[in-house]
């Protein structure tokens, strides 16, 4: 296999995931600023719903694809037209079934709740869409599938809006488009695999096929799992302090989730490597593992300080009662750090460690819902983004323990040195006055960004 530069595949893949979670922060915008703070609510509330069944309904395709289809070689183009066979049928069926379960869970919402879960879904199936390419290497198509769902939502959202329509216009407009564009791109690549695939092999990639997705319940149960811990507060919320309470959190987790999604942009780029690299070089495979830590590490001054400047000018533009949020922003901020930088759980995928993985994030959740559910009465979103952080630590406990398990290394002196002066940066900017923490914050994101940009030239995939 050809090596590629990491820089170029993680620019494309920054790119995927901006595009992906901008759309949501501008449509979650458009119904935090045009319509009541119940109506976000209850909206980012039926995001959490559909995306949630619409994970489940792909088997853990999405995560398996983008680690299968490199080893796959022949076989790969049978293999994804079975894949996106499934897709396509679960999709509405997804659509579907979210809207019971929401109807089951609360009767008050209507046929229109269908438009935004349909969103949710077809959302989902773009980003299984974009792990195709991702496997491929073509990380430039996985932005241009996350641009045609995303846009198709966008400017739906925008005409409603400036038609001055009800919030039940909105959603199912919003939603039937979006369907429609993913069902149409769906249908459109399984085509063109059905036009590679060689009838001469199809029994084999039949077999194989069903192999992987019998091994692919451990990536479904793991990418759920970590998946909920992080949009679960908004339901909980919703059910222990109502719809109020889970707008201003879903606020905060907007910028919070661009952060998240920028620590999962190395796992996107990284995993495939670090996977085939684990099964031709295990030599390599503990270098590169000690080169992503180091990546990871610089990351973190960069994207904490974007969120955390990015974040306030959200919260100003989704409205003044918004700005109630920022304390939750900071917390949330800290949390995903702690979750997503710190002995990452990529390296035990790479090594076919799925359940180790998944027992480090059924840890986090199990903790984040007890935590939340003693919490969240009290205190509200603060609550839910204290249970965040405090999960976020146990997971951490245990994944150093698989770490060791498993022979893997923390990092040398030169992480340590960077992680004692990250500690010192961060503290800075918290406890000294805000004339000297925000110049703090400024360098830190300039400091951050260049040192994040020389690990990246500096490291080739496969």
């Not at 974009?130 to 966008?154: E, K, P, Q």
């Not at 192999?211 to 909980?236: H, P, R």
Request: hydrophobic share 55%; proline share 3%; with cysteine.
């Amino acid at each position: 296999m050809m090596t590629r530069p990491a820089f170029s595949a993680t620019v494309f893949t920054v790119v995927d995931r901006a595009i992906r979670a901008g759309g949501r922060i501008i449509l979650f915008g458009f119904a935090a600023r045009f319509f009541s703070i119940e109506d976000a609510g209850n909206f980012a509330y039926l995001i959490f719903l559909g995306t949630m069944v619409a994970r489940v309904s792909d088997f853990g395709m999405t995560g398996f694809l983008v680690r299968e289809i490199p080893a796959c070689d022949f076989l790969s183009a049978h293999l994804e037209k079975m894949a996106i066979q499934i897709r396509l049928v679960g999709l509405p069926f997804a659509v579907l079934g979210s809207w019971v379960l929401a109807w089951f869970w609360e009767p008050a919402f209507g046929f229109e709740a269908a438009g935004t879960l349909a969103f949710a879904c077809a959302i989902d199936g773009s980003q299984f869409l974009a792990s195709i390419h991702r496997g491929h290497g073509r990380y430039g198509l996985a932005a241009l599938d996350s641009a045609y769902s995303t846009a198709a939502a966008v400017i739906a959202a925008l005409l409603l809006v400036l038609s001055d329509s009800s919030f039940s216009t909105f959603q199912l407009g919003v939603g039937g488009s979006t369907l429609c564009v993913v069902l149409l791109r769906l249908y459109w690549v399984w085509r063109q695999r059905s036009a590679q695939a060689s009838r001469q092999v199809f029994s084999e990639a039949r077999v194989r096929f069903f192999c992987l997705i019998a091994q692919s319940k451990w990536f479904l149960l793991g990418s759920t799992v970590a998946w909920l811990k992080f949009e679960a507060g908004v339901a909980l919320l919703k059910h222990l302090s109502g719809e109020s309470a889970a707008a201003l959190y879903a606020s905060a987790l907007k910028p919070v989730g661009v952060l998240s999604q920028s620590f999962f942009v190395f796992s996107l780029v990284f995993i495939s490597s670090l996977s085939f690299v684990f099964s031709k070089d295990r030599d390599r495979f503990f270098g590169d593992v000690n080169r992503i830590h180091l990546l990871l590490l610089a990351f973190v001054p960069f994207g904490y300080a974007a969120c955390i400047l990015g974040g306030k000018v959200l919260l100003a533009f989704f409205g003044e009662q918004y700005l109630n949020a920022e304390p939750i922003l900071e917390l949330l901020a800290v949390a995903i750090i702690v979750q997503m930088a710190f002995v990452s759980p990529q390296p035990l995928l790479a090594m076919r460690k799925e359940k180790s993985a998944n027992i480090i994030a059924a840890v986090q959740l199990v903790s984040f819902l007890v935590l939340g559910w003693v919490l969240i009465p009290g205190h509200g979103g603060m609550g839910a983004a204290l249970a965040m952080l405090l999960s976020s630590c146990l997971g951490k406990l245990v994944s150093i323990g698989y770490y060791i398990k498993f022979g893997l290394s923390l990092g040398g002196l030169t992480y340590l040195a960077g992680l004692l002066l990250m500690i010192v940066w961060f503290f800075s900017v918290q406890l000294l006055p805000a004339t000297i923490g925000l110049p703090l914050l400024g360098v830190g994101l300039v400091v951050g960004g260049i040192l994040t940009a020389w690990q990246l030239k500096r490291t080739r995939l496969f």
